[in-house]
């Protein structure tokens, strides 16, 4: 199943985002491979607009994997001032799947 997702980044902390990203613990990509993520890629506009992609057999049930694994804790603590967010929450807290309403296959 293809999964897409928008979040918002400060604009004054891009180039850092960008940063952090080309230099992903490791251990996170792990995780994210553990729990079901494939494929995963997220695009930047430069107005801080992130476009998430992933594939998972089951989009909600590794996001849940995601949220509860020790690394991305770690993760989403060191990224959470990255982030334009009403509530002050993490990536996770506001990654909602978009509804896909076209696929050329």
């Known amino acids: 199943m293809r999964t897409c997702f928008l979040f918002k980044v400060r604009r004054d902390k891009l180039d850092e985002y960008k940063s ?3 230099r ?3 251990e996170m990509q792990k995780a994210l491979r553990e729990a079901g993520w494939h494929n995963y890629s ?3 506009q430069p107005d801080g607009l992130v476009v998430g992609y992933v594939e998972a057999d089951d989009f909600k049930k590794c996001h ?3 949220k509860n694994h020790p690394i991305n804790a770690r993760w989403q603590a060191e990224m959470a001032p990255f ?3 009403p509530n002050g929450g ?3 807290d506001f990654m909602f799947p978009l509804e896909e309403v076209f696929h050329l296959d």
Do not use: N
């Open 24 to 26: 992903v613990w490791p």
């Open 64 to 66: 849940e994997a995601m």
């Open 42 to 44: 997220l695009f930047l």
């Open 83 to 85: 982030f334009e967010s």
């Open 20 to 22: 952090r990203h080309a």
């Open 90 to 92: 993490t990536a996770d």
